[in-house]
């Protein structure tokens, strides 16, 4: 027969049972044009009642429509929201307000990379998420997370009562930072769109260091550069991971031409002085180790330089920056407890291990799971009568989330270090090759940076890391897709 059909006893016709390609699919495409209709009449009604019904002044009704007008393109190109977001992130307190609680750009932002993810998807009935390293160490994570956050809430500590929306803010900014790996591991199209987001995450670390670098020339000598993140060690923290990154692209990377290139070299070249802008001790060791780490799987004799260099550095280093790295207490007892106000309050050296002691403390009474999610401050107001934190990341999740939450924590951490490691293995492409070491670099300075304070879950940190993780991630398809292609045309 021509149809692939034979005759079987009692002479019944049988028909061949059909392939996965040969199923009726479902597509619903056309549903976004009858959205999109729908949505044109609604903005035309808001914007007449915002005119005439409630009086708005016609600048306001213009910011709406450039807003509806950016939500759409991004819709119809995910790349843009992609490119908005690296750019966003290292802006930080700059950027506008909404008014509305919790509705800030990088939010909005996310937002819109979210619908551009996920509705086009389901109108043509594809898969929303490929399995991936990641995805479950990240889910388990953010549930453990919550879990803690719910913890306090229920049975704060007796030492006070647990500000439950204040926190709920902060749990959502972070849970956000995470997320968006989700959407970069299945999204990103090919590898030109994942060099020209390095690029963009390049530039966005620029506007981060410009930003520090004005305004160290209006604070007076003794303080401390915030940049746009409001916080000295979140700053620093930030630029040791993106200098890790970017200068492993500049040595490692390749097949850019000279535009992107010189990007790449100008970004890695501002990150590594924005890293000194802040005097954390904590990030300069980080980038210490991400470098140390970069070179050293680059060569043995780029990494005997970077130990020359390293040496050398009592003699190039900032007078600032080394009496910075030499202090270990403050002169009065004051200064001691109470830190200076330029770096939100940070303790010395000796309060903050003995801080260290009290929740390790609770950690032994509490092992499993923890007091809960920010309840560090609240043991440390009974003790000194005002609110520290823990000051690392690894005691914090000791004393607030127990094992479960080390567990969690070294989960996550660990596949991370493998996607890495496995792309760079896998590698035939030069971006790939650098991108992986970046990424195993910038792993490294944040581990180190986060022995000394929490770091890792600042959006900004939290939603670049994860970013370039999803980068990550996507490359180790790229090269997957590409063997398998190659594979195929040789048999």
Same mark, same amino acid.
């Given at each position: 027969? &021509?149809?692939?059909?034979?005759?079987?006893?009692?002479?019944?016709?049988?028909?061949?049972?059909?392939?996965?390609?040969?199923?009726?699919?479902?597509?619903?495409?056309?549903?976004?044009?009858?959205?999109?209709?729908? +949505?044109?009449?609604?903005?035309?009604?808001?914007?007449?009642?915002?005119?005439?019904?409630?009086?708005?002044?016609?600048?306001?009704?213009?910011?709406?429509?450039?807003?509806?007008?950016?939500?759409?393109? #991004?819709?119809?190109? @995910?790349?843009?929201?992609?490119?908005?977001? +690296?750019?966003?992130?290292?802006?930080?307190?700059?950027?506008? &307000?909404?008014?509305? @609680?919790?509705?800030?750009?990088?939010?909005?932002? %996310?937002?819109?990379? /979210?619908?551009?993810?996920?509705?086009?998807? &389901?109108?043509?009935?594809?898969?929303?998420?490929?399995?991936?390293?990641?995805?479950?160490?990240? #889910?388990?994570?953010?549930? =453990?997370?919550?879990?803690?956050?719910?913890?306090?809430?229920?049975?704060?500590?007796?030492?006070?009562?647990?500000?439950? !929306?204040?926190?709920?803010?902060?749990?959502?900014? $972070?849970?956000?930072?995470?997320?968006?790996?989700?959407?970069?591991?299945?999204? =990103?199209?090919?590898?030109?769109?994942?060099?020209?987001?390095?690029?963009?995450?390049?530039?966005?670390?620029?506007?981060?260091?410009?930003?520090?670098?004005?305004?160290?020339?209006?604070?007076?000598?003794?303080?401390?550069?915030?940049?746009? !993140?409001?916080?000295?060690?979140?700053?620093?923290?930030?630029?040791?991971?993106?200098?890790?990154?970017?200068?492993?692209?500049?040595?490692?990377?390749?097949?850019?031409?000279?535009?992107?290139?010189?990007?790449?070299?100008?970004?890695?070249? %501002?990150? !590594?002085?924005?890293?000194?802008?802040?005097?954390?001790?904590?990030?300069?060791?980080?980038?210490?180790?991400?470098?140390?780490?970069?070179?050293?799987?680059?060569?043995?004799?780029?990494?005997? /330089?970077?130990?020359?260099?390293?040496?050398?550095?009592?003699?190039? /280093?900032?007078? $600032?920056?080394?009496?910075?790295?030499?202090?270990?207490?403050?002169?009065?007892?004051? #200064?001691?407890?109470?830190?200076?106000?330029?770096?939100?309050?940070?303790?010395?050296?000796?309060?903050?291990?003995?801080?260290?002691?009290?929740?390790?403390?609770?950690?032994?009474?509490?092992?499993?799971?923890?007091?809960?999610?920010?309840?560090?401050?609240?043991?440390?107001?009974?003790?000194?009568?005002?609110?520290?934190?823990?000051?690392? +990341?690894? &005691?914090?999740?000791?004393?607030?989330?127990?094992?479960?939450?080390?567990?969690?924590?070294?989960?996550?951490?660990?596949?991370?270090?493998?996607?890495?490691?496995?792309?760079?293995?896998?590698?035939?492409?030069?971006?790939?090759?650098?991108? *992986? +070491?970046?990424?195993?670099?910038?792993?490294?300075?944040?581990?180190?940076?986060?022995?000394?304070?929490?770091?890792?879950?600042?959006?900004?940190?939290?939603?670049?890391?994860?970013?370039?993780?999803?980068?990550?991630?996507?490359?180790?398809?790229?090269?997957?897709?590409?063997?398998? %292609?190659?594979?195929?045309?040789? *048999?």
């Amino acid at each position: 027969m &021509v149809d692939g059909s034979h005759t079987g006893p009692a002479g019944r016709r049988i028909r061949p049972v059909p392939t996965r390609t040969e199923l009726p699919q479902y597509n619903y495409t056309w549903l976004l044009y009858v959205l999109a209709a729908v +949505l044109a009449v609604g903005l035309a009604y808001v914007i007449y009642q915002l005119n005439y019904g409630y009086g708005q002044a016609p600048h306001r009704i213009l910011k709406i429509l450039l807003g509806v007008a950016v939500f759409t393109i #991004a819709f119809f190109k @995910p790349w843009v929201a992609l490119h908005a977001w +690296l750019l966003a992130l290292p802006l930080g307190e700059l950027l506008p &307000v909404t008014g509305i @609680p919790g509705v800030n750009g990088p939010n909005l932002i %996310l937002m819109m990379m /979210v619908v551009s993810w996920i509705l086009p998807r &389901v109108l043509r009935g594809e898969p929303l998420i490929m399995r991936t390293r990641l995805m479950w160490p990240i #889910a388990f994570f953010l549930a =453990v997370f919550f879990l803690s956050y719910l913890k306090a809430t229920f049975f704060p500590p007796i030492h006070g009562s647990f500000p439950a !929306m204040m926190m709920l803010r902060r749990v959502w900014q $972070s849970a956000l930072g995470l997320s968006v790996y989700y959407i970069v591991a299945n999204t =990103v199209k090919d590898r030109k769109q994942l060099t020209n987001l390095l690029v963009t995450f390049g530039i966005g670390c620029s506007f981060g260091v410009l930003v520090a670098i004005r305004q160290l020339g209006t604070l007076a000598a003794h303080k401390r550069v915030v940049g746009a !993140m409001g916080d000295v060690n979140d700053l620093a923290a930030y630029m040791a991971m993106c200098a890790s990154m970017l200068v492993a692209l500049f040595l490692a990377g390749g097949g850019l031409g000279w535009l992107k290139r010189t990007a790449i070299m100008a970004s890695a070249g %501002l990150a !590594m002085v924005g890293t000194f802008l802040p005097k954390s001790r904590g990030a300069l060791l980080g980038i210490a180790a991400g470098l140390g780490l970069l070179t050293l799987k680059i060569s043995k004799r780029a990494f005997v /330089v970077f130990l020359v260099i390293l040496a050398l550095s009592p003699f190039w /280093v900032p007078s $600032s920056v080394k009496e910075r790295v030499m202090e270990t207490r403050s002169d009065t007892v004051e #200064a001691g407890l109470f830190g200076d106000p330029s770096d939100r309050l940070d303790p010395s050296a000796a309060i903050r291990l003995e801080i260290w002691g009290i929740v390790l403390k609770e950690f032994v009474r509490n092992p499993i799971f923890g007091l809960g999610y920010a309840t560090v401050p609240l043991l440390t107001l009974a003790r000194y009568g005002r609110t520290f934190s823990s000051h690392s +990341l690894y &005691v914090a999740t000791a004393g607030e989330s127990g094992l479960l939450g080390l567990f969690a924590l070294t989960w996550l951490i660990v596949s991370c270090i493998k996607s890495g490691r496995e792309l760079l293995a896998r590698a035939t492409h030069r971006i790939h090759r650098g991108l *992986s +070491l970046g990424f195993l670099a910038a792993t490294a300075a944040l581990l180190v940076a986060n022995i000394f304070g929490q770091r890792f879950l600042h959006m900004t940190i939290a939603g670049t890391y994860f970013f370039l993780a999803g980068l990550v991630d996507r490359g180790i398809y790229f090269e997957k897709t590409s063997n398998a %292609l190659g594979e195929a045309e040789r *048999s």
